[in-house]
C-alpha cells in the first residue's frame, strides 16, 4: 500500500486554531494510504502527535540546540543547520 508525507510549514496548533485539524484526517482517503505522516519542521518545539492508527504528526522545532527557543537571531542562523537536521 501507498504512504504519504505532507511537509507544511504551519504547526498542528494553529490549523486548530484556524479550524481546519479535521481536515488533516482526510488526508488517509478513506484508507488508500497505509501510512501518512505529517512534517511541521518549522515551530518552537518538537513533539509527535498520533492522530491515528495510520496517522502521525510531527513537530520539528529548533529545540535541539540550546537556546534556539529564546532568541529569533539564533533560531535564523541556525536555520540551514534546522533543515539539514529534519531532513
Not at 491515528?52 to 533560531?75: H, I, K, N, V, Y
Request: hydrophobic fraction near 50%.
Amino acid at each position: 500500500m501507498p504512504k504519504l508525507l505532507v511537509i507544511s510549514t504551519m504547526s498542528y496548533d494553529a490549523a486548530e486554531t484556524k479550524g481546519v485539524a479535521s481536515l488533516l484526517r482526510q488526508f488517509d482517503e478513506g484508507g488508500f494510504f497505509e501510512r501518512v505522516v505529517f512534517a511541521f519542521p518549522f515551530v518552537a518545539r518538537s513533539r509527535t502527535v498520533s492522530l491515528s492508527d495510520t496517522q502521525q504528526l510531527l513537530e520539528m522545532g529548533p529545540d535541539w540546540f540550546p537556546g534556539a527557543g529564546r532568541w529569533r537571531r539564533l533560531r535564523r542562523a541556525i536555520a540551514p543547520l534546522h533543515v539539514l537536521a529534519v531532513a
